[in-house]
């Protein structure tokens, strides 16, 4: 039987990207100090713990995602000490702490990269990575294989060989069959455990095992590894979603184990949703995010189809289901949910966000809505920053600014995530609206200084104090209560009751009339509860009336 008293099973993880959340230092730069200022508003929010993004030492290829040093701070977002005090300040609030660890590849300023590239072919040195000789006389990659930021994975070094990337040419892959990595990653595990960090999300946990035996299959044309990715496969796609890699997993997870109370570790998984329920099996990791029910549309009958067969394959590994809506790989959802169904977000990030222009009422109330619907659902609700604001993507940012390697990558032909990763607006003022002294790293636009926390702290009515009422009233649903879903339901709603509380959820363009018992707790339109007719794109919370 699954542990319900595990805090993690129902708890509300917010994401924190280092680089955008507060900047202490002025140099436009989020860092560890700014966090810890304002960790005090993750906790009125109502949340259970926070998730950082790397904070390690990086030439930031990737965002912190090219880690050349995994014990230790970027001078650029503090220090150790500083690391340490964010951990206490988050303890003291009642939050619990989640780290980031990359272990699929390592920048190329690593120890370990540059002592490969000093070493000749076939050495120790080089058999933690992945490197092989070319095709044709070595003058070609080894492989068709394509990189997820675009381009081939393979970069040549001067001697000839070619080492495997999956992501940037600086980040490179590890060999996780070697022991080496195996142990170093244990201890790195402990480094930051023994610091008093709650859990670990483990970066791109489907890729670390390799199919490297000779000779390496290539995969033709048309392959796309930036969405839901192995399926079809049956875990022997030559490096997503192998079998392999959950003995990987299941080391984590006696290292997370081995402390008391036991840890907690989330997999960045974009395995298939059946493939997935595979990383959560009782001596693997405890939860991986929910990417089907991030990218389902706005439709009632698909997210019914969604919720339902995540639950139903949480169930079978006795695993809590998790949900999400944004991230900072993705669209924010505020716009990403208000664009119709058959639009390509790349193209739409391409023409700068206004073929078509979402509507910002419609983008407010949409956003609104699925807020509720996400908070309502039982398991684990992961909020990334922002999204307590109603933030929409930054859809225009212009192309000198962008700092996302899938741009330069692509040539140009995807935008990049540079969009969701805009500063926080803490105020309605200033060069950057409180994120820091100064200017920040990416331009905010003028419509943030009306979404600032600021702004919306003092208005009831704000998608702020939204989400606040609703972890308040989410806390009161028993951490064991189940989903029964509402047998005469409303065409266009999706309809569920969760202990105490039921929730409905219109996503048709028309009102649906309601039918109910109970007193309405919670409406995600402003000004109140409906009456006998729910407005498109708004949901509802109802108090269930108790037995007797």
């Not at 150790?80 to 272990?103: K, Q």
């Not at 000093?118 to 003058?139: I, K, W």
């Not at 970069?155 to 142990?183: I, K, N, T």
């Not at 390799?210 to 995969?219: G, I, Q, T, V, W």
Request: charged share 25%.
């Amino acid at each position: 039987m699954p542990d319900t008293r595990a805090w993690w099973r129902n708890a509300v993880v917010y994401q924190i990207y280092v680089r955008s959340f507060a900047d202490a230092d002025g140099d436009g730069l989020g860092d560890l100090p700014g966090i810890t200022a304002r960790l005090d508003h993750v906790a009125s929010l109502g949340a259970d713990a926070v998730w950082l993004t790397p904070f390690y030492p990086s030439p930031m290829a990737d965002g912190g995602y090219d880690v050349a040093d995994y014990r230790d701070v970027d001078p650029g977002f503090g220090t150790l000490a500083d690391a340490e005090a964010l951990v206490a300040r988050a303890h003291d609030l009642g939050l619990r702490v989640i780290v980031d660890i990359v272990p699929n590849h390592t920048s190329d300023r690593h120890a370990w990269f540059r002592e490969a590239l000093a070493a000749p072919p076939g050495s120790p040195a080089r058999a933690r990575y992945v490197f092989r000789d070319g095709r044709r006389g070595g003058a070609a990659p080894p492989t068709d294989w394509q990189s997820v930021f675009g381009g081939p994975a393979w970069q040549q070094v001067p001697d000839g060989q070619w080492y495997l990337h999956l992501f940037a040419p600086e980040q490179p892959d590890l060999d996780w069959s070697h022991p080496e990595v195996v142990a170093e990653f244990d201890d790195v595990l402990r480094f930051w455990l023994d610091r008093g960090v709650d859990g670990f999300r483990f970066d791109v946990a489907h890729g670390m095992a390799k199919d490297l035996a000779e000779p390496l299959r290539d995969l033709g044309p048309g392959q796309v590894h930036h969405s839901i990715v192995g399926e079809g496969w049956e875990g022997d796609h030559p490096f997503w979603d192998r079998e392999e890699v959950h003995e990987v997993l299941r080391g984590f997870r006696r290292t997370t184990d081995s402390y008391t109370p036991p840890r907690v570790t989330v997999a960045e998984s974009w395995a298939a949703l059946e493939r997935r329920a595979l990383y959560t099996r009782g001596d693997e990791l405890h939860q991986a995010f929910n990417f089907d029910f991030l990218t389902t549309r706005w439709e009632a009958a698909a997210l019914r189809e969604v919720i339902a067969r995540s639950l139903r394959l949480a169930d079978s590994t006795g695993a809590a289901p998790t949900w999400v809506l944004s991230n900072h790989d993705v669209v924010r959802h505020a716009s990403r949910l208000a664009l119709p169904a058959d639009v390509d977000q790349e193209t739409w990030l391409l023409g700068g966000g206004v073929a078509p222009a979402p509507d910002p009422v419609a983008v407010e109330r949409r956003a609104r809505a699925a807020a509720l619907l996400l908070l309502a659902l039982p398991g684990a609700a992961y909020l990334y920053q922002g999204e307590e604001l109603g933030l929409p993507e930054v859809a225009d940012l212009p192309r000198e600014v962008l700092r996302d390697p899938v741009h330069r990558r692509s040539g140009g032909a995807r935008k990049g995530r540079d969009g969701c990763r805009v500063p926080l607006p803490w105020t309605a003022d200033g060069p950057s609206l409180g994120f820091g002294p100064g200017p920040a790293w990416l331009p905010q636009p003028p419509a943030f200084a009306g979404m600032s926390v600021q702004v919306q702290d003092a208005d009831p009515d704000s998608v702020l104090n939204l989400y606040r009422a609703a972890l308040r009233l989410r806390r009161r649903v028993p951490a064991d209560a189940g989903l029964e879903w509402t047998t005469q339901a409303a065409p266009g709603t999706v309809d569920f009751t969760v202990g105490p509380l039921r929730c409905v959820v219109n996503t048709d363009p028309v009102a649906v009339p309601l039918h109910h018992e109970g007193a309405p707790v919670l409406c995600s339109a402003p000004g109140g509860a409906p009456g006998d007719l729910l407005p498109p794109d708004t949901a509802v919370w109802y108090a269930v009336p108790g037995p007797g």
